[in-house]
């Protein structure tokens, strides 16, 4: 059986468990806590008005869209290692319209869907390795439009051929270039890909004739330098399903997950010293920020011109965690640049040490380490590793109160107890639009 056969048959029929239920249904709250804020216009976002008025058909394509870009226009939903970019922020706004629209809301379906998405997601960066990253690609929305793909052909109950027709679709389709990072484009890039798996689907259920063997390979093999390790796309699926290991990855902050590390590390420093804020911010002559070789790729801005580039940018995370001791999302946001931030992060230097092992070989070993340099020659420094800060837990729950502001009729349906639920989420998010 070729490659996409075996796949196909794996998206189709392989069973979920009770424990990588649990985990989707948090992948789910957690999508919520970010989509929210935009669709209610909480928080300053002009590229959602421009999208609806340019999306104004109510198919499930242009919800997929929308519901995407959403997602992901505070850069603050869930990551996923394996994958190398942002699972649910595509998968999940595709399956919502399509249960919409075709007025299917089991959720049994719907999660054991969504669990198949995020298994492929994270296979299909373990069999592109680290190079489709390396070359340019943005992982989520070039694989995450075949992960989305794959979720669909799961719920809509696509037989075998379907199946490879519409992964050979998605996969002629992918596409996505983290050049636009720091744009509006990077969250469109969300949307995108939920509209070409939705596109994908309905064309593959149709009837539409495609390829059932060879594009996929070809995807894949392209898409890495020729450096596939396609073997990895098929073996031990499910054991364990990778939604629950390594799992999804919550965010603490709305910004770029490459400078998580570096804030917390900036913030156990401030936390460490013993005067006032304003004594340890008037003390410091300078900062550099180490890291392996190549660990800065996605956090790559170093001097932002707004708000949304500021996401990416190191020296602008650790000013603002050295000032106001967290990550406002205020600073975050669509809009100028806060000048008080800047000032500081231009006292910012990056250092790569060499001596560490390339980021490329393995982004899981990633650190920050922060060094502060005071005027009176005292110096303070933290080192925070990508591994110490997966280990402290995110507050889904809480993080999705703070996003619907009160008991919201949204927070208990998130829980998905029943098809009730999903019936309830689904129509209000798709309201929004």
């Known amino acids: 059986m070729s490659l996409t056969g075996q796949l196909s048959q794996l998206i189709r029929l392989a069973p979920a468990d009770t424990s990588a239920r649990q985990h989707a249904r948090q992948g789910v709250q957690d999508f919520l806590a970010v989509s929210w804020p935009v669709l209610n216009r909480q928080v300053p976002d002009s590229g959602l008005p421009l999208l609806q008025?340019?999306?104004?058909?109510?198919?499930?394509?242009?919800?997929?869209?929308?519901?995407?870009?959403?997602?992901?226009?505070?850069?603050y939903d869930d990551f996923h290692a394996d994958f190398r970019g942002h699972p649910s922020v595509v998968i999940l706004p595709a399956l919502l319209a399509w249960a919409a629209e075709s007025d299917c809301f089991d959720v049994a379906r719907f999660l054991d869907a969504y669990i198949t998405g995020v298994e492929m997601a994270g296979r299909l960066g373990l069999?592109?390795?680290?190079?489709?990253?390396?070359?340019?690609?943005?992982?989520?929305?070039?694989?995450?439009?075949?992960?989305?793909?794959a979720a669909l052909a799961r719920f809509t109950g696509a037989d075998a051929h379907q199946c490879a027709v519409l992964l050979g679709i998605a996969a002629t389709e992918a596409s996505g270039l983290r050049a636009q990072f720091g744009s509006a484009v990077k969250p469109l890039h969300a949307g995108f890909?939920?509209?070409?798996?939705?596109?994908?689907?309905?064309?593959?259920?149709?009837?539409?004739?495609?390829?059932?063997?060879?594009?996929l390979e070809a995807?894949?093999?392209?898409?890495?330098?020729?450096?596939?390790?396609?073997?990895?796309?098929?073996?031990?699926?499910?054991?364990?399903?990778?939604?629950?290991?390594?799992?999804?990855?919550?965010?603490?902050?709305?910004?770029?997950?490459?400078?998580?590390?570096a804030a917390e590390a900036t913030r156990e420093i401030r936390q460490r010293w013993a005067g006032s804020a304003a004594e340890l911010l008037s003390a410091i002559d300078r900062i550099t920020v180490a890291f392996p070789p190549g660990g800065d790729i996605a956090a790559s801005v170093r001097q932002p011109k707004n708000g949304i580039e500021a996401r990416f940018s190191l020296e602008y995370v650790i000013a603002a965690m050295l000032i106001y001791g967290d990550l406002r999302m205020a600073d975050f946001a669509e809009g100028e640049i806060n000048p008080q931030i800047m000032a500081l992060a231009a006292k910012v230097t990056?250092?790569?040490?060499?001596?560490?092992?390339?980021?490329?070989?393995?982004?899981?070993?990633?650190f920050h380490e922060v060094t502060l340099f005071l005027s009176g020659g005292e110096v303070l420094r933290q080192r925070r590793t990508r591994q110490q800060s997966l280990a402290t837990p995110v507050d889904v729950a809480g993080k999705l109160r703070a996003a619907l502001v009160d008991q919201h009729p949204l927070l208990a349906s998130s829980e998905l107890r029943d098809d009730e639920d999903l019936r309830h989420l689904a129509q209000t998010l798709i309201a929004r639009l």
């Open 350 to 366: 990056r250092q790569p040490d060499e001596s560490a092992p390339p980021d490329a070989i393995n982004p899981a070993l990633r």
């Open 193 to 215: 890909a939920a509209e070409r798996a939705v596109r994908a689907a309905q064309l593959a259920l149709a009837g539409f004739d495609g390829q059932t063997e060879g594009v």
């Open 127 to 149: 069999a592109m390795t680290q190079q489709h990253y390396t070359l340019g690609y943005h992982n989520t929305a070039s694989l995450g439009t075949l992960a989305a793909a």
């Open 53 to 75: 008025g340019l999306y104004r058909d109510s198919g499930p394509a242009s919800r997929a869209l929308l519901l995407g870009y959403a997602g992901h226009a505070l850069d």
């Open 219 to 261: 995807f894949i093999s392209l898409g890495s330098g020729n450096q596939a390790q396609g073997e990895k796309l098929t073996e031990g699926w499910g054991a364990p399903w990778r939604i629950a290991a390594p799992g999804l990855e919550f965010k603490p902050f709305a910004t770029c997950a490459g400078t998580h590390s």
